[in-house]
Each structure stands twice: as structure tokens, then as C-alpha cells.
T-cell receptor, first 115, second 112 residues
Framework: DVKVTQSSRYLVKRTGEKVFLECVQD?????MFWYRQDPGLGLRLIYF???????EKGDIPEGYSVSREKKERFSLILESASTNQTSMYLC??????????????FGQGTRLTVV | TQLLEQSPQFLSIQEGENLTVYCNSS?????LQWYRQEPGEGPVLLVT?????EVKKLKRLTFQFGDARKDSSLHITAAQPGDTGLYLC????????????FGTGTRLKVLA
């Protein structure tokens, strides 16, 4: 059974804290993605990675960074959390970048609240 | 920037009714996917359509990709409470990158 696992379901952090969201997949996928989901806005891509140590900015990268040191793990970092980063964060993975029709597998999400 | 707009944003219907959800863009996509997301879970793929004009059926769900590959629709026949959820369309960019662009979502509630 394929699996994308996010380290926390719920997280509460204070403004200014450095926050790490971890995501691990067991499907040997090349592509990994971080999205944030807000009501009425759908899923917005923050960053994605198509290989170890490779990363590209998505549509809303400001205030975020990522790390991919191993193929199975993709971390999202909020350098200095702010209240407007309160959201649901979803990690996803998929096969090889050229196969544009492949399915994206999602984790269960991390609901982050910044107070 | 490629954008996908979904309509309606919210839909509440009685069990047994039919409904259609629309996903529209001014951009062309190489393929389009539909996902359903239930509360507390990540989205799960329902279908992928690739060819302009393509129609796919999944039990009571019918998916269509527009001829120009700019839009798609999801039709549910005889909706059931188990169909309740957030429906998301996602387009694969034609620009050679690897990312999926997600629509704004349609939240469906089917009342028993």
C-alpha cells in the first residue's frame, strides 16, 4: 500500500519560530511537492523537487524554503513563522517528471496554526 | 500563469439528484485530473483525461475533457451521501515543467 506520511497532523507555533514540516514517501518517487490549502483558493504550490537536492519554486514560495537530502524525504521550512502562514499543508509525490499523467499521492496534511 | 476555476464553489443537494461540476481555464493542459478529498485526508485521484473530447466513466461519475483541452466537467448521476467531499481538478502544465495546477475546488454535500 503506497504511502506518503507527514510528520504531524496538527501543529501550533508562535510567530517568529522556525518550523519544520517533514514528509516521507515509500514509493521511490522522483517528484515531491508541497502545497498549502486555503478555503476558496484550492491547492497552491509552494515548492517542488524532481530529484535529490533539486528544487524549484512554485507559485507562492515567499517565506518558505525546502530541503531534499534523500529521495524519500522532502522538508518544508518556515524560516520565521507568521500568522498568514496559518494553513493546511499537503505533501505529495509522483513518478518521473516526464510522465505528466501520473497520479499524485498525497499525505494526510498538517494543519499549522501560527499564533 | 495557468489558472483553473471551478464552479460552483459549494453545492448542497438531496440524495438521488444529478449534478455537474465545471473546471475552466484559458490555458491548454496536456492532461487533466480529478481528485476527491474527504475531511482530514489528502486528495485521492479519481481519473485522468488526456485526449481532447475524451469521456471517462467511473460508476456514477462521468468525466469529460474539452475538445480544446482547456476545460473539463464532472457529472454525478443519482448522488449519494458517500459522494460528499471536496472535488478538485488539476491540470498538467504544457510548459515542460512537472507540476500540477489545482483548481479552486467544489465542496459537495449530499443530504440523505
Amino acid at each position: 500500500d503506497v504511502k506518503v506520511t507527514q510528520s504531524s497532523r496538527y501543529l501550533v507555533k508562535r510567530t517568529g519560530e522556525k518550523v519544520f514540516l517533514e514528509c516521507v514517501q515509500d514509493m521511490d518517487h522522483e517528484n515531491m511537492f508541497w502545497y498549502r490549502q486555503d478555503p476558496g483558493l484550492g491547492l497552491r504550490l509552494i515548492y517542488f523537487s524532481y530529484d535529490v537536492k533539486m528544487k524549484e519554486k512554485g507559485d507562492i514560495p515567499e517565506g518558505y524554503s525546502v530541503s531534499r537530502e534523500k529521495k524519500e524525504r522532502f522538508s518544508l521550512i518556515l524560516e520565521s513563522a507568521s500568522t498568514n502562514q496559518t494553513s493546511m499543508y499537503l505533501c505529495a509525490s509522483s513518478f518521473y517528471r516526464a510522465a505528466m499523467n501520473t497520479e499524485a499521492f498525497f499525505g494526510q496534511g498538517t494543519r499549522l496554526t501560527v499564533v | 500563469t495557468q489558472l483553473l476555476e471551478q464552479s460552483p464553489q459549494f453545492l448542497s443537494i438531496q440524495e438521488g439528484e444529478n449534478l455537474t461540476v465545471y473546471c475552466n481555464s484559458s490555458s491548454v493542459f496536456s492532461s487533466l485530473q480529478w481528485y476527491r478529498q474527504e475531511p482530514g485526508e489528502g486528495p485521492v485521484l479519481l481519473v485522468t483525461v488526456v485526449t481532447g473530447g475524451e469521456v471517462k466513466k467511473l460508476k456514477r461519475l462521468t468525466f469529460q475533457f474539452g475538445d480544446a483541452r482547456k476545460d473539463s466537467s464532472l457529472h454525478i448521476t443519482a448522488a449519494q451521501p458517500g459522494d460528499t467531499g471536496l472535488y478538485l481538478c488539476a491540470g498538467a502544465s504544457t510548459s515542460g515543467t512537472y507540476k500540477y495546477i489545482f483548481g479552486t475546488g467544489t465542496r459537495l454535500k449530499v443530504l440523505a
